[in-house]
Each structure stands twice: as structure tokens, then as C-alpha cells.
């Protein structure tokens, strides 16, 4: 009987070598049809060894402040990214005690690619935990809701911009306000399930309208990065242009959300073919960093496409390889050790790239209280999209508040875009975005908690 299984056996993985081959070729034929601008030769790039000091050294500091600060604020009942960030705005502004020691860190380009892929799985991690359908069937409610959240805080953060920056770039303003509209699920998700309040009608609508809020969030931000990209290479602005990087980032959702969905199945289907651990994280981490280079070539932002695959993921693609784990291990289990130290390098290298020098001018530290206030406001915007009767319209707009991971994504991102040989988000202007962060997440839990438990109790 043995020497007829093994031929049956070899004949069902050759589908799945097939596609494995297929896999590994395409990737390969477009790095190779990647054009190099890089203007170094290939033997003068490797002739200059890797230091790697400063790397380990940069990697201790960053890792040991990011869980002494995570731990401090969990001990405050606030959510660790605060600690994360707090512990690289130390590190990074050690100069102003007179110690310039660690200042090349946070320019540090091995630093930099670690902190890019931990914010890739930071967004493959939220469209994970994010259900597709529910946002397919949500409420009108949480829909308008969410689009006034997006409207009305971009055009305050715009006038904010300009009033205290008028010699700015127009784009600078726009971007200062495209940072102000997403809203974190995270925290305010933390804060309705401590006080039990997930299932009423005000945490639906705030729980399906942050969700609605970070994905329009993502196709702003693919918007205002296409138009800068084509004002950098010196187009004029066509209000039709902007239309096309919407109906892009649009349609790049939708294909992926369709498309990739079958793709998926599939994918998963023939890797579990595959011998071997460890197939279900390595296949799952090949389909975000495939969507993420796609939405790259596509001219948007590499994280719309990491949020698009764990959007499109299902716990029913990969059931036979999470059968095959010994401790029945799905996607978001599997993820969170490469999370739990890639993640915070993300935000703690954010916080060292904060200037609190620059916070010194009075006019500086101004626009950051101002912006503030306008993200604040911008969001109460949201209770006018409340349809139901009886919802405390407050309760919403106090949970619409926090900015929390995404804001920091887009500033951080601002950062890399260039308009005229200067950044399209300065180091004044990045360092008020991270103190707007830090106060709407420290203000949202006890002023949602103190709304929440107010309300009269419903049958």
C-alpha cells in the first residue's frame, strides 16, 4: 500500500509547488524590472561592512524604555502607547540637558525599516480585528457620523495650519488636517468594554463609526499623498486628480476586498498542502507585504494595503493550517510576538523624532493647544450625525475624540514628503500633531467614562 501513496501524494503538491514557483517568480521579476535609483554600484554598496552597534544599542534603549513606559501608563489606567511615545521623547531630547549622545538614533536607517514594518503590522493587525461585514451592514448612523468626524476636523486643522503658518505650503495645511480625522478604535474599544457599555446604542454607533472613520482616514491620507506626489514632480493641481487618487484608493479597496478574498482562499487552501510549521505566518505575512507592495505601485500608502489584508482575511481561509498548530494558533496569535516588538519601536522612534525645543516658542506651543481644541470641536461635529432617538449625541462625539495610532501614522509619514526641497510636515508641526495625540487620548477615557455612567440605565 505505501508505494501507491506517495506517487497520490506527490501528485497533490504539484498544484501547490506549482503555485509556490509562481509565488516566488513574480516578486522576483518585478524587483528585477525595478529600475535602481539608488546610484551606487552593487560592489560599492556591499564593500562597506553593516555596523551593527549602533543598531543593538539603539534596540536596547528603545525596547526596554518602550515597556517601562508602556508599564507606568498601565498602571495609570491609560493605554501604553502613551508610555511608548513619552520614553522616546526622553531619548530623543537627552541634547537639552547637554548630553548630544544618542541624537544620531533617530536617523538611524536600520531603525527606520524596522519601525516601517512594525507599522505595517500594526494596520494588518487592526484590519485583522475588524469585521468587513460590519461594516458592509452598519447603520446609517455610524456612517454619517463618521464622515462629519473626517469633514469637519480636516477644515479646522486646515485654518488652524494656516492662521499660525501662513508662509506654509497650502498642502502642509492640508495634511495638518488630514492627521486630525481618524479616530482610534482601540481606545475608546478599551474604554466602552471596561464599563460594559460595547452593546448600547451609543457604543455601536461610536464602535462602527471609528471603524468607518480609520478606513476613510486611509483613503484621505491616499488622496493628499497622491496629489503631493504629482506636485512634486511639478503638475499643476487638477481637482480631476484628485478624483483619480480617490477612485484609486476606492477601487483599491474594493478589488482587494473582493479579489483578495478569493485570492486568499485559495492561497491558503495550497499552503496547506505545504509540510512543515510555521506555513500559516509565513504565508500570512507574504499576503500583507504582497497587498502593501501592490498598493505601493499603485502610488498609495503601503499601509492601505496592509489594512486591506487583514480586512480581507477569515479565520475559515487558514482552518486546516490552524488545525495543524498544537495550540490551535490562528493569524492574530501567531502575530502578536513580531507586533510586541516591532510595533513599539514604531512609536517610541516617533516620540525621539519629537523636538520639544521646537515646543519652546511660545507661538509653537500656541498652535499645538489650538490644534488641540480644534480636534476636539471637529469631532463633536459628529453628534449632529446621530439618527436615532434617544442616543446621547454627546456620549458619541466624546468617544470620537482620540486620534491615537493612525494620527501618529500620518504625521510620521508627512515627515518623508518633500515640496520644494522642504518637508511637507516640519519639525514644529510634527511635534504639536504628537502632543494633539497625547491630550485627546489622555481626555477620552475619563470624559467618556464620566458621560457613560451618567446615562439613564435602558431596557
Not at 452593546?199 to 483613503?219: C, K, P, Y
Not at 485559495?266 to 505575512?285: E, I, K, M, P, Y
Not at 493569524?331 to 521646537?358: C, H, K, Q, S, Y
Request: hydrophobic share 60%.
Amino acid at each position: 500500500m505505501r508505494p501507491s501513496v506517495r506517487p497520490h501524494r506527490a501528485a497533490s503538491l504539484f498544484p501547490a509547488a506549482l503555485c509556490l514557483a509562481a509565488a516566488l517568480l513574480a516578486p522576483a521579476a518585478a524587483l528585477a524590472l525595478t529600475p535602481d535609483t539608488s546610484g551606487v554600484a552593487p560592489a560599492a554598496a556591499s564593500s562597506a561592512p553593516l555596523d551593527m552597534m549602533p543598531v543593538l544599542i539603539a534596540l536596547v534603549l528603545v525596547l526596554l524604555g518602550a515597556r517601562l513606559g508602556g508599564a507606568l501608563f498601565e498602571r495609570l489606567a491609560q493605554p501604553p502607547v502613551l508610555g511608548e511615545l513619552l520614553a522616546g521623547v526622553v531619548i530623543g531630547n537627552l541634547g537639552l540637558f547637554g548630553w548630544h549622545g544618542l541624537d544620531g538614533l533617530r536617523n538611524l536607517p536600520a531603525l527606520e525599516i524596522l519601525a516601517q514594518i512594525g507599522v505595517l503590522f500594526l494596520l494588518f493587525q487592526v484590519g485583522l480585528s475588524s469585521d468587513a461585514g460590519r461594516l458592509l451592514a452598519v447603520g446609517g448612523s455610524a456612517l454619517l457620523v463618521a464622515g462629519l468626524g473626517v469633514a469637519a476636523p480636516i477644515a479646522l486643522g486646515y485654518f488652524v495650519s494656516l492662521a499660525f503658518f501662513p508662509a506654509l505650503h497650502p498642502l502642509s495645511h492640508w495634511f495638518v488636517g488630514a492627521t486630525l480625522c481618524a479616530t482610534s478604535v482601540g481606545i475608546t474599544a478599551r474604554v466602552l468594554r471596561d464599563l460594559e457599555q460595547t452593546g448600547s446604542r451609543e457604543g455601536r454607533i461610536i464602535l462602527g463609526a471609528a471603524v468607518i472613520d480609520d478606513v476613510m482616514g486611509l483613503v484621505v491620507l491616499a488622496v493628499v499623498t497622491g496629489i503631493v506626489a504629482a506636485t512634486a514632480r511639478g503638475l499643476a493641481f487638477r481637482p480631476l486628480s484628485a478624483l483619480a487618487v480617490l477612485g484609486k484608493a476606492l477601487g483599491f479597496l474594493a478589488l482587494a476586498f473582493v479579489i483578495g478574498r478569493l485570492v486568499s482562499q485559495r492561497l491558503f487552501a495550497l499552503a496547506a498542502r505545504l509540510g512543515g510549521g510555521g506555513v500559516l505566518l509565513s504565508v500570512a505575512l507574504a499576503f500583507c507585504f504582497g497587498l502593501a507592495w501592490l498598493a505601493g505601485v499603485l502610488g498609495l500608502a503601503p499601509i492601505v494595503g496592509a489594512f486591506a489584508a487583514g480586512l480581507v482575511l477569515e479565520e475559515a481561509h487558514y482552518r486546516d493550517l490552524r488545525e495543524r498548530d498544537p495550540a490551535r494558533r490562528g493569524i492574530p496569535e501567531l502575530l502578536e510576538p513580531l507586533t510586541t516588538f516591532l510595533v513599539p519601536v514604531f512609536f517610541v522612534l516617533l516620540g525621539m523624532r519629537v523636538d520639544l525645543g521646537a515646543l519652546g516658542d511660545g507661538g509653537a506651543l500656541g498652535f499645538a493647544l489650538v490644534l488641540t481644541a480644534a480636534a476636539v470641536v471637529g469631532k463633536q461635529a459628529c453628534s449632529l450625525g446621530v439618527l436615532e432617538k434617544g442616543t446621547d449625541r454627546l456620549a458619541v462625539g466624546l468617544g470620537m475624540i482620540p486620534r491615537g495610532e493612525v494620527g501618529l501614522i500620518f504625521a510620521s509619514l508627512g515627515t518623508t514628503l518633500a515640496l520644494n526641497g522642504e518637508r511637507l510636515v516640519n519639525a514644529t508641526l510634527f511635534s504639536a500633531i504628537v502632543l494633539v495625540v497625547a491630550l485627546t487620548t489622555f481626555l477620552t477615557p475619563p470624559l467618556l467614562a464620566w458621560r457613560l455612567r451618567y446615562l439613564p440605565p435602558r431596557s
